[in-house]
C-alpha cells in the first residue's frame, strides 16, 4: 500500500475512533411476520418534555443508531405510513454508554389494511436522481429464468448473448453483484450469469451516469445486481423444485436455512440445476474484392446443449455491535459445466453462383467453470445515515477450462470426401482478484457532507492454450497457435464527493482519479507489453423539485472501458476450420463522456434525455482472415461513437386491482472512424418498449404479463435485427401462505429468428438464429420456521 494510501486509511481509523467515547443508542424495526422494515420514522425524545433531541429513518434492514452528546432520560418514537405508531419505555442514558434496545414490530393500522397492500406496493420500475431500479423480487415472471435471461429482458438493456450489455443503446456496461465487480466478461461472464438465478435477485439498479464514488469501468455505466437477503428473525428456511419444458427439459432445487437472533445472522442457501436446448443457426459469408463479389460461404449449424449443470452455495454471517458497528462475513461457491455438440455444413461459391465445395464439421465444446468469492464487510454508521465508515476486502479466485474439437470433412460438390482436417482446442483459464476497498461519509452542517474513498483493486491472470492438429493419424501440437498467456491489471482509485442541499436545490460534485498499470506476457513468444497512466474521471448532479408535482435532474459523468485479457491475447482461438477469434495487442483504452437531463411528475412519468460520446472505442469486428475463405474476428480502436437517446418510464394504475409499469426508450448511434486503412461510418436509430402488467385477482391468486420490442441496434460494423416476446405467469399462496406454487410462459409470442449483418471491408456477414426461447415453468416453494 502506498504512502497516499496508508495516509487515508489512518484517517479514516482516526476519525472512527475519536467517536467511541459518545452515548450511542441503536435497535431495529421490523414488520408484523418479522421482515425487516425500511424507511420507517424513529424520533428521539427527550424527558420529560418529549422535545425531539433527533430523528432518523431506518435503513433497508430496518436498523438506526443515533450518537447522543447529553446524558438524561430519553424516548423512542416509531412510525411508518400505514402502521400504528409505537411509543418506547423510559431510557436512562449515561456517558459512555452502548445500548441496544429489544426490536419493535409495527402492526398495520386496521383501517389502511388495504390501501397499505395496494398502495403500499412499490412500481415495478423506479426512477431516482442517479440510477433506475427495477423490482425482481416482486415480480412472478423472474420464476425459471436464469440471470442472463433476466437481463436481457429488462427496461433499457440490450444483450447479444454473450456477456455484452448495452444501456440506452451505449455499448459497454459494467455488470456487478450486490455492487462488486464479477471479475469476468464476455463469454465467462454469460456462462456465470446462466448458472445463476433470477429467483435469488431482489432487484437491478440501472446507473447510466454513475457518480464518482463508483469504479470508472464501463463505459455504458453500471448494471447492479442486488440479491436477496435474509429478513426474518429466529431460525427458518425455504425449499424450492422447479421444472421447465422448452425443445427440451430443465429443472432445478435447492433451498436455504437462516438463523437471526439479537445481534448475530447467519445464512446459507444453495441450489442445484440441470438443462439441455437445441437451437440453429444460419450464416451467410460474402467476400469481395475491389467491390467485385469473389467468393460466397454458407453455414447451417445445428446445435445441443447436452447437457448443462451448475450448482451454487452462498453463506455468511453478520454481527452488530452495541456501538452499531456491523461486520459480515459471506463466501460464494458457483461452479458449472455446459457440453455443446454441434454439427455444420458449409458449401462454397464462386462469386454467387454454382457451389465449388462442401465441408461438414462436427464440434464438441466443453467448458467448466468454478468461481469463488469471499468478502469482509464492516459499516460503522454514526449520527444518522450520512456519517458512517465502511471497510470491504474481497478475494476472488475464479477458474475456467475448456476441452473444444472440432473435425472438418471436406468434399467435392458431389459429396466425394477430399480430406479431413481436425483440431483440439485446450484452456486452462485462472484469475484472481484482490480488492479494498474504504468509504467514508461526513455531515457537513446540516444540508451538506462530504464523502471520500480509496479502494485498490489487483487482477491476475494466467491462460494456458494449447492447439493440435490432426496430420495423418497423429495430433501434432500446433506451435504457431499455441500459447501461454499471463496478465496483470493493477489499478488504485481515490474519490471526493460533495453533496449539498439549498431550500429546492440539491447537487452533488466529485471526482475520481485513477491509477492504472497493466502488464501482460506472451511466454511462449517472450514478448512483454505494459501499459501506465493515470486518469481523472469528474461527476455533477443536481435535482431542482419545482413543486409537489414536478422535478427537474441533470448529471455528467466519464467513464473508461480497459481493454482485458481476451482483447489483448494474440493468438488464435479457432471455432471451426474457417473461424476463428484473436485478441489485439495494441488496444488503447476507450473513454465516454455522459450526460443527462430528466423529468419527473408525480413520482409516476419520468422523461430522460441523454448524449453519450466516446473515443478508441473497442470493438469486435468481423474480417477476411488471412487464408482464402478463412475469416476472423478480432478487437479494434475502432474511432469515435456519437449516442443520443430519449427515455420514458410510466408507472400505471388501472384499478386498485391492476398496475403497470411502462418504459419507451428511442435512440440513435453513430460509430467513424478508420482501421487498417478501411473507413468506418455506421449509424442507425432504434428503440425499444417494455411493458408490465400485475393483476391481483380472487382467490389469492397474482399475475403478471410482460412484453418487450426491440427494433435492433447498430454497434460498430454491426446492426442487429428487431427481437419481441410476450411472457405471462401466476402464482397462487398455499398453506397459511408458507408455500407458493408459480405458472410462468416465457416467449409465449416471440421472435423466432433473430438476425444481424456486419459489414466490415471486403466481408459482409448475415447471421440469422433460430434459438430455443420458448419455455414453460412450473415450480413449487415452501417456507418453514420462524
Known amino acids: 500500500m502506498n504512502i497516499l494510501s496508508l495516509s487515508l486509511l489512518l484517517f479514516f481509523i482516526g476519525s472512527s475512533t475519536i467517536l467511541f467515547g459518545q452515548i450511542t443508542l441503536s435497535g431495529k424495526v421490523l414488520t408484523e411476520d418479522g421482515g425487516f422494515l425500511p424507511e420507517a420514522n424513529i424520533a428521539l425524545m427527550t424527558l420529560p418534555d418529549s422535545s425531539v433531541y433527533a430523528r432518523q429513518k431506518s435503513d433497508a434492514q430496518g436498523n438506526f443508531a443515533f450518537r447522543v452528546e447529553t446524558p438524561g432520560q ?127 435477485v431482489a432487484k437491478l439498479e440501472l446507473m447510466s451516469s454513475p457518480s464518482a464514488r463508483e469504479d470508472a469501468s464501463g463505459t455504458a ?87 448443462g449443470k451448475y450448482h451454487s452455495l452462498r453463506t455468511g454471517a453478520s454481527y452488530e455491535f452495541e456501538d452499531g458497528g456491523i461486520l459480515d462475513a459471506s463466501f460464494s461457491w458457483l461452479r458449472g459445466r455446459f457440453i455443446t455438440r454441434s454439427d455444420v455444413d458449409m458449401d462454397f461459391a464462386q462469386g454467387a453462383g454454382v457451389i465449388s465445395s462442401l465441408a461438414h464439421t462436427d464440434n464438441q465444446f466443453d467448458e467448466t467453470y468454478n468461481n469463488l468469492t469471499f468478502n469482509v464487510n464492516y459499516v460503522n454508521k454514526y449520527e444518522g445515515e450520512d456519517h458512517f465508515l465502511k471497510i470491504n476486502l474481497d478475494y476472488a479466485p475464479h477458474g475456467n477450462d475448456y476441452d473444444n474439437m472440432f473435425e472438418t470433412q471436406l468434399m467435392n460438390p458431389a459429396g466425394q470426401s477430399l480430406g479431413t482436417t481436425a483440431r483440439t482446442n485446450i484452456q486452462d483459464l485462472s484469475n484472481t482478484t484482490y480488492a479494498g476497498r474504504l468509504d467514508y461519509s461526513r455531515p457537513l452542517g446540516e444540508n451538506n457532507k462530504i464523502e471520500l474513498g480509496w479502494k485498490g483493486t489487483y487482477f491476475f491472470i494466467d491462460n494456458d492454450v494449447r492447439n493440435d492438429t490432426l496430420q495423418g493419424n497423429n495430433w501434432i501440437y500446433d506451435q504457431g497457435t499455441s500459447n501461454r498467456f499471463q496478465y496483470g491489471q493493477h489499478i488504485e482509485a481515490l474519490y471526493l464527493v460533495y453533496t449539498g442541499k439549498r431550500n429546492k436545490l440539491e447537487y452533488q460534485a466529485g471526482v475520481r482519479g485513477e491509477y492504472t498499470f497493466i502488464k501482460s ?39 473508461i472501458e480497459r481493454p482485458g485479457d481476451h482483447d489483448i491475447n494474440a493468438f488464435r482461438i479457432y471455432q471451426d476450420a474457417y ?149 405471462l405467469a401466476a402464482e397462487k399462496k398455499l398453506w397459511n401462505e408458507r408455500g407458493m406454487v408459480k405458472l410462468a410462459a416465457n416467449g409465449i409470442v416471440r421472435n423466432a429468428n433473430p438476425r444481424y449483418t456486419s459489414t466490415y471491408g471486403d466481408l459482409v456477414l448475415h447471421h440469422s438464429a433460430f434459438p430455443d426461447n420458448r419455455k414453460v415453468t412450473l415450480s413449487l416453494s415452501y417456507r418453514f420456521g420462524e
Not at 76 to 105: A, I
Not at 242 to 265: D, V
Open 221 to 307: 455505466g453500471i448494471i447492479n445486481i442486488v440479491t436477496k437477503r435474509n429478513k426474518r428473525i429466529g431460525f427458518g428456511g425455504d425449499v424450492f423444485v422447479r421444472g421447465a419444458q422448452s425443445r427440451k427439459t430443465q429443472g432445478a432445487l435447492g433451498g436455504g436455512l437462516h438463523y437471526r437472533i439479537n445481534r448475530l445472522n447467519m445464512y446459507v442457501n444453495g441450489s442445484a440445476g440441470r438443462e439441455e436446448s437445441t437451437d440453429s443457426t444460419r450464416i451467410e459469408r460474402l467476400f469481395y474484392s475491389n467491390g467485385v463479389l469473389r467468393s460466397t460461404q454458407r453455414q447451417i449449424e445445428r446445435q445441443a446443449l447436452d447437457p
Open 521 to 559: 506476457k506472451q511466454v511462449t513468444l517472450d514478448q512483454n507489453a505494459r501499459q501506465e497512466y493515470f486518469e481523472l474521471f469528474p461527476s455533477a448532479f443536481i435535482n431542482y423539485q419545482v413543486h409537489d408535482n414536478h422535478s427537474l435532474r441533470a448529471s455528467f459523468s466519464s467513464r
Open 579 to 727: 473461424s476463428y477469434s484473436e485478441g489485439n495487442p495494441h488496444l488503447k483504452p476507450e473513454k465516454s463522456f455522459i450526460g443527462e437531463i430528466g423529468h419527473g411528475f408525480k413520482n409516476k412519468l419520468f422523461t430522460t434525455l441523454s448524449m453519450g460520446y466516446g473515443r478508441d472505442v473497442i470493438n469486435w469486428i468481423s474480417r477476411v482472415g488471412n487464408l482464402p475463405g478463412e475469416n476472423m474476428t478480432r478487437p479494434e480502436n475502432i474511432g469515435n461513437y456519437w449516442n443520443y437517446s430519449v427515455s420514458t418510464m410510466y408507472n400505471h394504475r388501472f384499478y386498485a386491482w391492476w398496475t403497470a409499469s411502462h418504459y419507451l426508450n428511442g435512440f440513435h448511434n453513430r460509430y467513424s472512424g478508420e482501421i487498417d486503412e478501411t473507413s468506418l461510418d455506421s449509424k442507425g436509430s432504434s428503440w425499444s418498449a417494455n411493458s408490465k402488467h400485475t393483476l391481483h385477482l380472487a382467490w389469492g391468486l397474482r399475475a403478471e404479463v410482460a412484453g418487450y420490442y426491440n427494433s435492433g441496434i447498430t454497434t460498430g460494423a454491426r446492426r442487429s435485427d428487431h427481437t419481441y416476446g410476450v411472457d
Open 74 to 200: 430519553y424516548a423512542l418514537q416509531y412510525s411508518s405510513l400505514g402502521f400504528t405508531p409505537y411509543y418506547g419505555s423510559t431510557l436512562e442514558l449515561r456517558p459512555g454508554m452502548h445500548t441496544t434496545v429489544d426490536p419493535v414490530r409495527l402492526y398495520p393500522a386496521e383501517q389502511e389494511i388495504a390501501t397499505v397492500m395496494v398502495e403500499g406496493k412499490m412500481p415495478g420500475i423506479r426512477q431516482y436522481a442517479d440510477k433506475m431500479v427495477v423490482d425482481v423480487e416482486g415480480s412472478v415472471l423472474s420464476e425459471g429464468n436464469n440471470l442472463l435471461e433476466l437481463l436481457e429482458k429488462t427496461p433499457g438493456i440490450l444483450s447479444d448473448g454473450k456477456g455484452n450489455f448495452t444501456i440506452q443503446g451505449r455499448a459497454g456496461a459494467n455488470v456487478r453483484i450486490d455492487g462488486r465487480d464479477t471479475y469476468v466478461s464476455g463469454a465467462q461472464l454469460a456462462s456465470l450469469l446462466r448458472g445463476m438465478q433470477a429467483k435469488d
